[in-house]
């Protein structure tokens, strides 16, 4: 079982930056790819990011590339995404997930391996 808790969301002026973590609670935690999700009112949740197990290969979407990095430290079984220029269009829900043995690519696009959720952060982008 994978727990996950994500911190560092809050408002933020647009242009600003925030930094997101997931503080995950497993045993092999490199072994896990791990993604950054949003989801805004009304609209489906969307992939932002991800990073491969062991932090081989990075994926992102298209909406965050040159603003975004996302990032691990294996040794305090954390991931974080860097959010810069941040825009109102980014104000969302964002979840942690995580999947066993996949690409970053895959854990990026649905289908792939079961995902562990985190219970989100609010991320609030002001003009």
């Known amino acids: 079982q994978v727990q996950l808790v994500e911190s560092g969301g809050g408002l933020v002026q647009a242009g600003g930056s925030l930094r997101l973590s997931c503080a995950a609670s497993v045993r092999t935690f490199s072994s896990y790819a791990m993604g950054w999700f949003r989801q805004a009112p009304g609209k489906e949740r969307e992939s932002v990011a991800a990073i491969g197990a062991s932090g081989v290969g990075t994926y992102y979407a298209d909406s965050v590339k040159g603003r975004f990095t996302i990032s691990r430290d294996n040794a305090k079984n954390t991931v974080y995404l860097q959010m810069n220029s941040l825009k109102p269009e980014d104000t969302a829900v964002y979840y942690c997930?995580?999947?066993?043995?996949?690409?970053?690519?895959?854990?990026?696009?649905?289908?792939?391996?079961?995902?562990?959720w985190g219970q989100g952060t609010q991320v609030t982008v002001s003009l």
């Open positions: 997930a995580a999947t066993w043995a996949v690409s970053a690519q895959q854990m990026g696009h649905e289908g792939f391996g079961q995902r562990y």
